[in-house]
């Protein structure tokens, strides 16, 4: 993580742990001797890619910079049932307070990192790149993007200051894909790419002679789609989406697309199984 993430990592965290303990953890105040120590360990109950260790270390920081994390496996590490992830030592009040935060965490950012390693295994030697989607938990998008990476995916645009998407309702604003894209070469910064949402191979056409730098084809059948590869002939990026799943993914890669978009890495996470086994 960079600088900015570690920064982005400590303000979520602080706000997840503000959320869950309110005015205290009445169960571990109330039943564990304020000197009481001990030691748990986080273990994986699933296979699986890691994501979210850094969060892990974030969470006990906070809540006592005395406790000992030992990072066993970092981020990226493939996960199968009974690895330690990590160990957690000092006063158990606190270790025990951190435990819903730090799993809710690792558990959803191992979910994207594991989902999206299936993706790109599914396209493996196709040349196609899988990449995410601003369809993200709001507030999360900055680790969520991160989880993707872990798991060997790509990132989109981060939000709608990065990049120019034009899509059908822009289109129709605008009055057309020659209109809308002449007014974002007018109106945008020089390095900001301008991507076209096409749904046919007329758009297609429309949106390349308008002089798009990246068509997004938008939910079309195989056979419309290596039509549309075909036709732009490296005048610009290929991007498919619409209709992306585990099942399908590797016929779409196979059309020749240059990036394929898939919403479900960040929008419909299913945690992995991690579990804190106090020792």
């Not at 066993?72 to 025990?96: F, K, N, S, Y």
């Not at 590797?250 to 960040?266: F, P, Y």
Request: aromatic share 4%.
């Amino acid at each position: 993580m960079n600088d900015w993430q570690l920064r982005e990592v400590d303000r979520l965290v602080a706000a997840a742990l503000a959320e869950d303990l309110g005015f205290g953890d009445v169960t571990s105040l109330s039943t564990i001797p304020p000197e009481t120590t001990g030691r748990a360990t986080f273990q994986a109950k699933d296979t699986g890619v890691l994501a979210g260790v850094p969060l892990l270390e974030s969470v006990y920081r906070h809540l006592d910079p005395a406790i000992r994390v030992e990072v066993h496996l970092a981020d990226g590490a493939a996960l199968a049932p009974g690895m330690t992830i990590a160990t957690v030592e000092g006063r158990a009040q606190p270790l025990l307070s951190g435990e819903r935060v730090a799993l809710n965490f690792l558990q959803f950012l191992s979910g994207i990192a594991t989902r999206t390693a299936r993706f790109v295994r599914l396209v493996d030697g196709t040349g196609a790149r899988i990449v995410d989607t601003r369809k993200t938990v709001p507030g999360l998008r900055a680790l969520s993007k991160y989880a993707v990476r872990v798991g060997g995916g790509h990132n989109h645009r981060f939000g709608l200051s990065d990049g120019v998407l034009i899509k059908d309702n822009h289109i129709r604003a605008a009055g057309g894909i020659g209109p809308a894209v002449a007014r974002a070469r007018e109106a945008a910064p020089h390095m900001l790419r301008v991507e076209v949402e096409t749904e046919t191979l007329a758009q297609v056409e429309e949106a390349l002679a308008a002089g798009a730098d990246v068509l997004l084809l938008d939910n079309m059948p195989l056979e419309r789609l290596r039509e549309a590869v075909a036709r732009c002939q490296g005048q610009a990026l290929c991007e498919a989406s619409g209709g992306v799943n585990e099942a399908t993914v590797r016929a779409i890669a196979e059309a020749g697309v240059d990036l394929i978009s898939v919403g479900a890495l960040t929008h419909s996470v299913t945690a992995l199984d991690i579990s804190l086994d106090w020792d």
